[in-house]
């Protein structure tokens, strides 16, 4: 059974959830991509549905397209990811073999990369499907579970387990790994919330057995001294606020952050820092990778990120958090963001 081009599944519907059960159950070699610079929900989110289709028998596996950050690298099944950063021949082979590719917490496949965004497109064997949270899912997969009222990815694959089998807690294991994409996508519950349903699924899986607490040390409280050293830097030396337009930002180039050992995931939550200053209603964080400029975008209010970074740096995200991309040099991408700030500003009165 082959879902239907283009079919958004109803996350309420359980007859569609019934629907894609049987999809899955008739799939060989099931691949779970996540989206480059990988955060605790898609790895978190991936590995819970990976963790239970394994228990339930399935041939399944994941790819990533470039290194685990640390706060996450403990996860249970972490191990098994393969990350194309290291391994470019063997997530090749991944993708030529499956016969089915869920698209995990991100809306459109160029989110995976160059690279990987090439392989998956280019496969002829698979069917494709995509799990995720965030607006304006591209077209042309075979089906959808595509929710933006849902708190994290981690909440839509939850959903989805439990209509495999309601009647029983989930195993530890993948409970563990879906609060950590929960968690961490909605700022250990700090973020605005839709209603009732993460706080009952954080309920369920406490009930698991999940440590919940650990589980929050191991993400937010396991620093080394190198990244607190990189985190005083940023913000006694990088921290720039543009105070007519109620705006901040921070630029970290390669030197910079080899300066001080840079792992990937030690930059995460800087743009946050930025954007609790009195008066900041949005704050970006550029950090230079290879060969291009990141953007991590956090706002308060109606001031819509997701808005530059979809339409001016091939990103994307929600209302007030995204992330985008930059071919330019970190000075040129800095003097764009700055001209398009300063217009959104003026354009949407946001920082009135």
């Not at 082959?2 to 059960?21: A, D, F, P, Q, T």
């Not at 391994?87 to 991100?106: G, Q, S, T």
């Not at 595509?146 to 294991?173: C, G």
Request: net charge negative; proline share 3%.
């Amino acid at each position: 059974m082959h879902l239907s081009k283009n079919k958004r599944l109803k996350i309420l519907n359980i007859s569609i959830y019934k629907e894609v059960i049987s999809f899955l159950s008739e799939s060989e070699n099931i691949v779970l991509s996540t989206h480059t610079n990988p955060d605790g929900d898609t790895i978190g989110s991936a590995l819970g549905l990976y963790l239970y289709l394994k228990s339930q028998g399935y041939n399944c596996q994941i790819i990533c397209p470039d290194s685990i950050p640390t706060a996450v690298s403990w996860m249970p099944g972490v191990e098994d990811i393969v990350i194309y950063e290291g391994h470019p021949e063997k997530v090749k082979n991944i993708i030529e073999n499956a016969d089915l590719i869920i698209h995990v917490d991100y809306n459109a496949i160029h989110r995976t990369g160059d690279k990987v965004k090439v392989l998956l497109e280019n496969t002829s064997k698979s069917i494709q499907m995509l799990i995720d949270h965030h607006p304006n899912p591209e077209a042309g997969l075979k089906a959808y579970i595509s929710d933006i009222t849902a708190s994290s990815t981690a909440q839509l694959v939850y959903q989805l387990l439990k209509h495999i089998n309601p009647s029983e807690f989930l195993p530890k294991n993948v409970a563990t790994c879906l609060y950590v994409g929960l968690m961490t996508d909605t700022g250990s519950f700090s973020y605005s919330i839709a209603d009732e349903k993460p706080y009952l699924m954080a309920a369920d899986l406490v009930k698991s057995g999940i440590d919940d607490k650990w589980i929050h040390e191991k993400v937010y409280s396991t620093n080394t001294l190198d990244k607190l050293k990189l985190l005083g830097y940023a913000l006694s030396q990088k921290l720039i606020i543009v105070e007519n337009e109620q705006w901040a930002y921070i630029s970290l180039e390669l030197d910079e952050l080899n300066k001080f050992n840079h792992q990937p995931g030690d930059t995460e939550g800087l743009a946050n820092y930025a954007l609790s200053i009195n008066g900041v209603q949005a704050a970006v964080l550029l950090t230079q990778r290879k060969d291009i400029i990141r953007l991590s975008f956090r706002s308060k209010g109606n001031f819509a990120v997701n808005t530059i970074a979809n339409i001016e740096f091939e990103g994307g995200g929600h209302l007030n958090a995204a992330g985008g991309n930059s071919g330019l040099s970190m000075p040129e991408t800095i003097e764009k963001l700055r001209n398009l700030m300063s217009q959104y500003i003026l354009e949407n009165n946001v920082s009135k």
